[in-house]
T-cell receptor, first 119, second 110 residues
Framework: DTGVSQDPRHKITKRGQNVTFRCDPI?????LYWYRQTLGQGPEFLTY????????KSRLLSDRFSAERPKGSFSTLEIQRTEQGDSAMYLC?????????????????FGPGTRLTVT | AQRVTQPEKLLSVFKGAPVELKCNYS??????LFWYVQYSRQRLQLLLR??SRESIKGFTADLNKGETSFHLKKPFAQEEDSAMYYC????????????FGSGTQLTVLP
């Protein structure tokens, strides 16, 4: 499967615990995005990486959230001291400029998401 | 600030009937508009983008800058079109992140 993959697909945790999610983008894609989607809403942008550099963060990304993309490959999103309001689907997407394996300019390809439930 | 509004959360049509999913946006510059679709138990996937001006699976969407709209249309709906549809905007800048509407659940009845 050459698409974006995310792990785990589901995570149930107790309030106050830390969780970490992983995203593996399409291999030639240098851009990686994290979004959060709550019930009844569309995805909301959290943060963006170009290669290993985190270039933009949404104000939705509180201090409890941290994301990394070492070596510009896979990315991790960590949430510390989880709260019930963190319960959501966390989506990862990757893209590349036109010309990389035929992908369209900035078209974002989404992973299946990680569903987080905080009890 | 950029914003995307999809006024209909639910839309039902009969097979063979025309369908229009509404999308309005707010953005001060020149946006790039997309329609994404999510079929049951599948990931979000791009359906079409306004720059391409193409028809995918019989769907078309025209960007109307005067009305700030990007409505999705199909002349004859099929049962396999039943899905959640999201309109999204990319407002430029280096990140090109997407701002999504809240989505419209389309059900095509037999």
């Amino acid at each position: 499967d050459t698409g974006v993959s995310q792990d785990p697909r589901h995570k149930i945790t107790k309030r106050g615990q830390n969780v970490t999610f992983r995203c593996d983008p399409i291999s030639e894609h240098n851009r990686l995005y994290w979004y959060r989607q709550t019930l009844g809403q569309g995805p909301e942008f959290l943060t963006y990486f170009q290669n290993e550099a985190q270039l933009e963060k949404s104000r939705l990304l509180s201090d409890r959230f941290s994301a990394e993309r070492p070596k510009g490959s896979f990315s991790t999103l960590e949430i510390q001291r989880t709260e019930q309001g963190d319960s959501a689907m966390y989506l990862c997407a990757s893209s590349a400029k036109r010309g990389a394996s035929g992908s369209r300019s900035y078209e974002q390809y989404f992973g299946p998401g990680t569903r987080l439930t905080v009890t | 600030a950029q914003r995307v509004t999809q006024p209909e959360k639910l839309l039902s049509v009969f097979k063979g009937a025309p369908v229009e999913l509404k999308c309005n946006y707010s953005y001060s510059g020149s946006p790039e508009l997309f329609w994404y679709v999510q079929y049951s138990r599948q990931r979000l996937q791009l359906l079409l983008r306004h720059i391409s001006r193409e028809s995918i699976k019989g769907f078309t969407a025209d960007l109307n800058k005067g009305e700030t709209s990007f409505h999705l249309k199909k002349p004859f709906a099929q049962e396999e079109d039943s899905a959640m549809y999201y309109c999204a905007l990319s407002g430029g800048g280096s990140a090109r992140q997407l701002t999504f509407g809240s989505g419209t659940q389309l059900t095509v009845l037999p």
